[in-house]
């Protein structure tokens, strides 16, 4: 099946950029959607389809996908942002949707 | 407002059937294109896809754990149950009910609140 990489943890200072990335073979072929669960939450889609953003989702919140890496990027990070990001796709191959292992956004 | 629900039990012995309902508002699964999903996630883990129903009936399952899954709706009620056969402990987790709003679509939003299941004797 389709795997999906991400770095298990995230550490970035109030107002400044997280990058958030997500690696997976030839990725840039793939629909790549991302989540954001903060803690005893559900999981919320802040990105879909590499790039577009839900009703609702700050502009703050921006996807990119190119060759083997997609990425999220958070700009402007606020202490609200700390949370568990997973990114997602369609494995056709498989016929299963995967998720990332998760990636923990810490807002120091 | 679309919101989906998760119920069941929250302890179950090992061996026996997990059964969980889900009932949802706000749309229905005779729309064209409409499925409901389900997701868990064991404590401090990642998120793990189990199953989908769609609008037409048909059915996607995790191939890892496909023997051991069923899925069905009840679209007058709008309700999906899933059920998972021979539950052991690492089964324990949130078991999340999810909408996939169109058949165009590969992420599901928005999602239940969750139920935790403690598979234990």
């Known amino acids: 099946s389709y795997v999906l990489t991400q770095p298990p943890s995230v550490s970035v200072a109030p107002g400044k950029t997280a990058t958030i990335t997500c690696g997976g073979t030839?990725?840039?072929?793939?629909?790549v959607h991302w989540y954001q669960q903060r803690p005893g939450q559900a999981p919320v889609v802040v990105v879909y389809d590499d790039f577009a953003r839900p009703s609702g989702i700050p502009e703050r919140f921006s996807g990119s996908n190119s060759g083997n890496t997609a990425t999220l990027t958070i700009s402007r990070v606020e202490a609200g942002d700390e949370a568990d990001y997973y990114c997602?796709?369609?494995?056709?191959?498989?016929?299963?949707?995967?998720f990332g292992g998760g990636t923990k956004l810490t807002v120091l | 407002q679309v919101t989906l629900k998760e119920s069941g039990p929250t302890v179950v012995r090992p061996t026996q059937t997990l059964t969980l309902t889900c009932t949802f508002s706000g749309f229905s699964l005779a729309t064209t294109g409409m499925a409901v999903g389900w997701i868990r996630q064991p404590p401090g883990k990642a998120l793990e896809w189990l199953a989908l129903i769609s609008w037409d009936d048909s059915k996607r399952y995790s191939p890892s754990m496909k023997r051991r899954l069923t899925i069905s709706k009840d679209t007058s009620k709008n309700q999906v149950v899933f059920t998972l056969t021979n539950v052991d402990p690492v089964d324990t987790g949130t078991y999340y009910c999810?909408?996939?709003?169109?058949?165009?679509?590969?992420?599901?939003?928005?999602w239940g609140q969750g139920t935790l299941v403690t598979v234990s004797s």
């Open positions: 999810v909408r996939r709003q169109d058949a165009e679509d590969n992420f599901f939003g928005p």
């Open positions: 030839n990725i840039e072929r793939e629909s």
């Open positions: 997602q796709v369609w494995d056709r191959s498989g016929g299963q949707w995967v």
